[in-house]
């Protein structure tokens, strides 16, 4: 049995992620192909991976035809019994192939805007389309809400997101941590993932035994912008930023006692939060997005996305057994969201109809 698996997005982003993720789990029972834009994370992560990658234009990137037809030439090169999409670019022309081949044609929703509930959309997926995996509940709507389905709200490795000791040692050395808890927040600097809304809920703290380490790569936020909110807010000596890239990342969400997710909008696909409880660390994070699907009590708190309600909540957590809530936390991303918990559902879902 052959599957295709369609990633045509740009970027390393979550919804990249979560379809190789999928990709990974029906390589158990399934020949599986990627196909992808060379040149962009998904072609190479793939490769890494040892996944056979064919080449597709970007269907966003000059005219449509010449992204049409480099599809058509991966299914036709590797006649796949399955195709499975994660834009919709890419399921459209899945569909108008789709008589002609006679593969089976699967898609994830997993973007913030949401699934367009537009007559072309509904009549793509009732026709065409014979499963999709959602991200979240909040996105499920008349388009979607016949089909066969499944949700993911994320996966989480953990062979590669796991608690270490000394990864925990190390870090906690290096930020001069003591005695203090370590907050940690990992995202890319963007007004999306909220760290205004943190530094603000950070000086409405009543209390000096924390540390706050910010770790993200510049983007759509300035840092020296956020650096002069630090001084404004008079938190300069609670909160350090690391914009550098951390290698490896599961020791820094190791070293923390609480991380914060503090987004204001976005998170549709829960990654960040899963690695931190792999890594067995509590979570306290807004309510966005598939957030609150997955961060929940006693682990776990979710609130409206405003500096008060955050801050209550990080307060109450710093004042836990944090060493407690982080087994727990740990425990519950092994046995519901981790890859080899759902990789046998996934891949049933998939192939085992096919």
Known sequence: MRALVVLDERWNSALTDLGLKVARAISEKCSVSVAAIPGFPAYRIAKELSFNVLPIEDPRKGLPFRAFFSFKRAVDYFRPHVVFTIRG????????????????????????????????????????????????????????????????PGMVDTAVFKFSEEGRKKFREKFNVGKRKLIGVVGRLDPVKGHRLFLKALSLLKR?????VIAGE?????????????????????????????????HFMSACDLAVVPSVGSEVIVRAPLEFMACRTAVVSTNVGALPEVILPPYGITVPPDEHSLSEAIDRFLSSDLEKLGKIAQEV????FSFKAL????CRFVCGRV
């Open 218 to 250: 510049e983007k759509n936020e300035k840092l020296k912008d956020l650096k002069n909110l630090v001084r404004t807010l008079g938190v300069s000596d609670k909160v350090v930023f690391f914009p550098k890239k951390i290698s490896p990342i599961s």
């Open 333 to 336: 991303a092994d046995e519901k």
């Open 89 to 152: 670019d890419e399921m459209l022309f899945g569909a108008l192939l789709k008589n002609r081949y006679g593969y089976r044609l699967f898609r994830l929703h997993g973007q913030a805007k949401g699934v367009r509930n537009t007559f072309l959309n509904r009549e793509l997926h009732r026709r065409f389309v014979d499963g999709v995996i959602v991200s979240s509940r909040r996105l499920v709507n008349e388009v979607i809400s016949p089909l066969p389905k499944i949700f993911i």
């Open 208 to 212: 000096d035994d924390f540390l706050a």
């Open 343 to 346: 990789s046998p559902a996934v």
